[in-house]
T-cell receptor, first 116, second 114 residues
Framework: GNSVTQMEGPVTLSEEAFLTINCTYT??????LFWYVQYPGEGLQLLLK?????DKGSNKGFEATYRKETTSFHLEKGSVQVSDSAVYFC???????????????FGQGTILTVHP | KAGVTQTPRYLIKTRGQQVTLSCSPI?????VSWYQQTPGQGLQFLFE???????NKGNFPGRFSGRQFSNSRSEMNVSTLELGDSALYLC?????????????FGPGTRLTVL
């Protein structure tokens, strides 16, 4: 079945530092890939997505490129802010045909803390 | 456009009781998916409904059930509550037209079982 593996956390950075959160996946076919962010006490917000190989998703300074050859979708941001402190989830959908409707498979989440 | 709404936001129940959670999707969305989020197991898929039919189901016991109404609103029911059912329950909506659709999440219902 599908699976998603995220880098072990938590991650602690100083403001304006460079961020990378690694994400690799296992899936058959051609899944779509997502990054969601969860702030304390809230649900998940879509951060960015990519639906085919070599697509780059971007939003609010965050970027991730769908790399089929390395089955990866690493999240990057050039300069983090205190307000970026949250939990980040990598997820995929599809990749297994008709058994995948409505189902996102998530990584374990990475807690990011940014200090001033 | 209004987002996904979930009610109630917080619930406290005791073991053995049952509970019903509600989810209203984004207008025009016909698919509703449910997830359980716990510190130990992370985010796990419960089931998905599309046009009042369950189209996909995760690996949860039969105590977890759901339904969807003609206006796409969905409810999730958990019977005979156990302590381990304490979790944040999230619903998400999408158009449901393709299995790689983007899902948009509600704020969740925090269930505590005592």
């Amino acid at each position: 079945g599908n699976s998603v593996t995220q880098m072990e956390g938590p991650v602690t950075l100083s403001e304006e530092a460079f961020l990378t959160i690694n994400c690799t996946y296992t899936a058959t076919g051609y899944p779509s890939l997502f990054w969601y962010v969860q702030y304390p006490g809230e649900g998940l917000q879509l951060l960015l997505k990519a639906t085919k190989a070599d697509d780059k998703g971007s939003n609010k300074g965050f970027e991730a490129t769908y790399r089929k050859e390395t089955t990866s979708f690493h999240l990057e941001k050039g300069s983090v802010q205190v307000s970026d402190s949250a939990v980040y989830f990598c997820a995929l959908s599809g990749g297994a045909g008709g058994t995948s409707y409505g189902k996102l498979t998530f990584g374990q989440g990475t807690i990011l803390t940014v200090h001033p | 456009k209004a987002g996904v709404t979930q009610t109630p936001r917080y619930l406290i129940k005791t073991r053995g009781q049952q509970v019903t959670l509600s989810c209203s999707p984004i207008s025009g969305h016909r698919s509703v998916s449910w997830y359980q989020q716990t510190p130990g197991q992370g985010l796990q898929f419960l089931f998905e409904y599309f046009s009042e039919t369950q189209r996909n189901k995760g690996n949860f016991p039969g105590r977890f059930s759901g339904r969807q109404f003609s206006n796409s609103r969905s409810e999730m029911n958990v019977s005979t509550l156990e302590l381990g059912d304490s979790a944040l329950y999230l619903c998400a909506s999408s158009t449901g037209q393709v299995y790689t659709d983007t899902q948009y999440f509600g704020p969740g219902t925090r269930l505590t079982v005592l």
